[in-house]
């Protein structure tokens, strides 16, 4: 199963927002189970707010610090939220815009691939990034699904704010095939109304090529005239090569999330790594700029040299004590695959730690903006009514005090090499609402 871990990064304040913009996702097949909206906030008051469906209904409620709100959505791809991988292109009445009265957080988060015995061999969400999401330029990213497994499936979305909203989506190879039958010939260029989305969708086929088919969006240019918000990453993913004793693919998940446009980005990030093996546990980092040099851990000679709508996938070798610092010489849009530990041991006494257990998010860069609270993570363990572990990766400066729910952290600073202003912490066995403050 996914260990689902909620990381504290560091531009949390551009996830702080009394307007929220939730476009809608696509997945594999047969995949989705039950999915909620989680709203948040620091205010001991009661804060009132609208989840609006686009094209729907209203639904009105309040939140405070001690009462976290949770909206269960539905279940499968055919609802609000969800539209199914073959019902893409441009996509009406489908996503939320959330309102309220005062600041908020606001996440999604869905199980997906329900057993027999009722268990669930995927899980994952989306942070919301508020009004921060809004921009005219981004560049998508998503799992490799280096394998030619036909159930890989990588997506973006993008969700109009106004009228006659012209989007352009560009540098998709000619010949990439999208879960509709479309073949793409050029450019993709849409008009979409206020509320109104466009929904891409690829996945792997069964003729041979590097890169495989879905992961030709990795790099895509999405332009638009008027402000947009843009989920992007992978549903039913994966960054496994492994294979079982019959030659078929093991290993895929859920992992995506909302990002922002170019100007959010940044030149200098770290990183927190997961659970999961090197093969796994990815950076992700997509130029916009050509001749953009990307250097690790305090080098000063450059890993790569990427030109604009270029990637590169860093693997987890190259963590040094759980973290991984980059810089950069333009900005980027940095994405990051992790994994997961299963619980037990193999037959051997080695750790079970499978392909199977995968995330992906979006990662913000370290800015002098940077808030010392998050207040508060709701019910860090949960997805509805499934319990899973609790977790943070914590990146704060030097020398500064962390508290957790008003406790000392409990675990030790690791130190960021290449950044001596910066330490990591890691904690686990989380449950409930989860407030982090640093001095």
Do not use: W
């Amino acid at each position: 199963f996914s260990i689902f871990l909620l990381f504290f990064v560091l531009t949390v304040q551009a996830q702080f927002s009394k307007t929220h913009y939730l476009p809608p996702i696509t997945a594999q097949s047969d995949v989705v189970e039950d999915h909620y909206i989680y709203i948040s906030t620091p205010n001991t008051t009661n804060v009132p707010f609208k989840i609006i469906e686009n094209g729907g209904n209203v639904i009105a409620g309040v939140v405070n610090n001690l009462n976290p709100y949770r909206y269960f959505i539905g279940t499968g791809d055919f609802t609000q939220l969800f539209t199914p991988k073959n019902s893409i292109g441009i996509v009406k009445n489908k996503g939320y815009v959330i309102e309220a009265e005062d600041l908020v957080y606001a996440n999604i988060r869905v199980n997906a691939a329900r057993t027999a015995s009722n268990a669930y061999n995927h899980a994952g969400g989306m942070v919301s990034k508020g009004n921060s999401a809004l921009g005219k330029i981004f560049r998508l990213g998503a799992m490799l699904n280096p394998l030619f497994d036909t159930t890989l499936l990588n997506f973006a979305s993008i969700l109009a704010t106004e009228n006659g909203t012209k989007v352009t989506i560009s540098n998709l190879p000619i010949g990439t095939i999208l879960t509709d039958g479309t073949i793409i010939n050029g450019p993709i260029t849409v008009i979409l109304n206020k509320n109104e989305s466009y929904v891409l969708a690829l996945e792997n086929n069964s003729s041979a090529g590097i890169p495989s088919n879905s992961a030709k969006m990795i790099g895509a240019l999405v332009e638009s005239d008027k402000a947009v918000a843009v989920n992007a990453g992978s549903f039913c993913g994966s960054n496994s090569t492994v294979v079982n004793g019959a030659g078929n693919p093991i290993g895929r998940d859920v992992g995506f999330d909302q990002i922002v446009p170019i100007e959010r980005t940044g030149t200098e990030y770290i990183f927190a790594k997961g659970l999961g093996t090197d093969e796994l546990e990815r950076v992700l980092l997509v130029a916009h700029t050509d001749q953009t040099q990307v250097f690790l851990n305090g080098g000063v000679t450059p890993y790569v040299t990427l030109n604009k709508g270029e990637y590169v996938a860093i693997d987890g070798t190259n963590f040094i004590n759980g973290s991984m610092y980059v810089t950069t010489s333009e900005k980027v849009f940095a994405y990051q695959s992790i994994g997961g530990l299963a619980q037990g041991f193999l037959s051997n006494g080695s750790p079970n730690n499978p392909p199977a257990n995968q995330n992906m998010f979006f990662v913000p860069p370290l800015n002098c903006s940077t808030p010392n609270v998050v207040d508060n993570i709701p019910n860090i363990q949960e997805i509805g009514n499934i319990v899973y572990t609790g977790g943070l990766n914590i990146i704060t400066e030097t020398g500064a005090t962390v508290l957790i729910n008003n406790s000392p952290i409990g675990s030790s600073p690791q130190t960021i090499t290449g950044n001596p202003n910066f330490v990591k912490y890691t904690v686990s066995g989380l449950n409930g609402n989860i407030a982090v403050k640093s001095t």
